[in-house]
């Protein structure tokens, strides 16, 4: 009985009576590990799935709050003569949109399916929606008047930029270097999205208010500036189809419009005298206009992702289901003989060598699975690298900036110069000193 034991744990016996030499079989706590890595993989990757799937429905919250925060700005700027009834119907849209988004959160990550190991990316969340939790008091001093539009944009500002972070976190626990890299596009699209936006914000207030301060103008020209550098970065991690759909922003006559009005705001200054609180309303859909685009563009990303994942969710499946053919081949050709043939027939020398030779085969077969493995691991860790150091660079970033912003209570666009500033004075980059400023304050 040992001896049948001894064969099927794959040991390595000689004995003189069968004179048989058992060849060395893989154990099968390898064969259950390496489907298991697959398994693993095919789990990950509908998690990530899920997980994009929610992200779009974030992405559809952002663009109904940067529409309140323009509409907001007009109201409160023009003294609540322009865009009254405009910002009643608006708010009703981003409640059912925050509504969805919540939803697509439980659904995703509040279950009892629900990954493990997402601490950091709860965690934004958790902070996000407690953010989220001050909006009706913001809606309230909106409506009476309680509250400054820089003030009122500040604070959408802030609860956009929350949001934008969960999707900046997302791609950070990616571990497919495909959707990485799409997540990486994504979050930069909606980063120079959310400039566009706030640009329409604050040219919103400027015409509303018929006055456009030199600091203002500094804050347009830095959103513009912004806008292009997102775009940079979302160019460089698009694929054709993207770049493709993105040809429609560049070219759209929208644009032209943008640009003239852009120049007329530049125009305005502190003593101007003419009434141009009518043209908030045309600055406000020219803006929007090119905002939609970008939106449609967003949800194309969006798609894109939940198509990439599910091409992945197949390539991993196949994979696995070919894995698990070969073993059942070699399990069926490499049937272990029983003891009582074991005694009763010597194979012959020819045959002996038969079996030997598919036993070779068998482990060659199994070394090579394991193999394919390992390489298949090690081209997605060396894809991943590239855009997990953008990633990286560009979190600490934000981190340094929200720094900034809470302990010297800047804007966005002023923390944003003095890391500028710090990165010229030191011959520094940008990264260099968002991390000095990190470190220091722990």
Not at 74 to 87: M, P, T, Y
């Amino acid at each position: 009985m040992k001896f049948i034991n001894d064969w099927n744990s794959g040991c390595t016996l000689k004995t003189k009576k069968c004179g048989i030499i058992p060849m060395a079989t893989s154990n099968p706590l390898t064969k259950q590990f390496l489907l298991a890595a697959k398994y693993q993989e095919i789990h990950a990757l509908k998690q990530l799935q899920n997980s994009c799937a929610s992200l779009t429905k974030l992405g559809d919250f952002v663009h109904q709050l940067q529409k309140e925060r323009a509409m907001s700005n007009i109201f409160l700027a023009s003294n609540r003569e322009r865009f009254k009834s405009q910002l009643q119907e608006q708010i009703p849209l981003s409640n059912s949109a925050q509504t969805d988004f919540y939803d697509s959160l439980k659904q995703t990550f509040i279950n009892d399916n629900a990954d493990t190991g997402h601490t950091r990316l709860f965690n934004l969340i958790t902070y996000s929606l407690q953010a989220l939790d001050a909006l009706p008091v913001l809606r309230n001093q909106i409506a009476q008047q309680n509250i400054s539009a820089v003030h009122a944009t500040q604070s959408f500002t802030q609860l956009i930029a929350s949001l934008l972070n969960i999707i900046l976190e997302a791609a950070d626990g990616a571990s497919d270097p495909k959707i990485t890299r799409l997540l990486v596009a994504f979050f930069n699209f909606m980063q120079g999205k959310e400039y566009a936006g706030q640009e329409r914000a604050c040219g919103a207030q400027a015409f509303a208010a018929s006055r456009f301060t030199t600091e203002q103008k500094q804050q347009l020209a830095h959103f513009v500036q912004e806008q292009n550098q997102s775009f940079d970065f979302f160019n460089e991690y698009a694929d054709a189809h993207l770049l493709k759909c993105f040809g429609t922003l560049t070219t759209h006559q929208v644009n032209n419009q943008v640009e003239q009005l852009r120049s007329l705001l530049q125009k305005l200054d502190d003593d101007n005298a003419q009434p141009l609180s009518q043209l908030s309303e045309v600055w406000y859909e020219v803006t929007t206009t090119r905002i939609d685009i970008m939106h449609k563009i967003e949800q194309n990303i969006a798609d894109q992702l939940i198509d990439t994942a599910a091409m992945q969710i197949a390539c991993a499946q196949r994979s696995l289901n070919t894995n698990k053919q070969v073993l059942n081949n070699m399990a069926e050709q490499h049937i272990a003989p029983t003891f009582g043939q074991l005694a009763i027939k010597q194979p012959e020398p020819e045959v002996s060598q038969n079996i030997a030779a598919d036993k070779l085969n068998s482990n060659k077969s199994m070394y090579d699975l394991i193999i394919e493995q390992s390489q298949h691991i090690k081209q997605i860790n060396q894809a991943l690298l590239d855009a997990k150091k953008v990633i990286s660079e560009q979190k600490v970033i934000h981190q340094a900036k929200y720094i900034l912003i809470e302990q010297l209570k800047l804007t966005e666009e002023q923390a944003h110069k003095q890391l500028q500033k710090q990165a010229m004075d030191t011959h520094k980059t940008l990264f260099s000193v968002a991390q000095t400023i990190i470190q220091m304050s722990d």
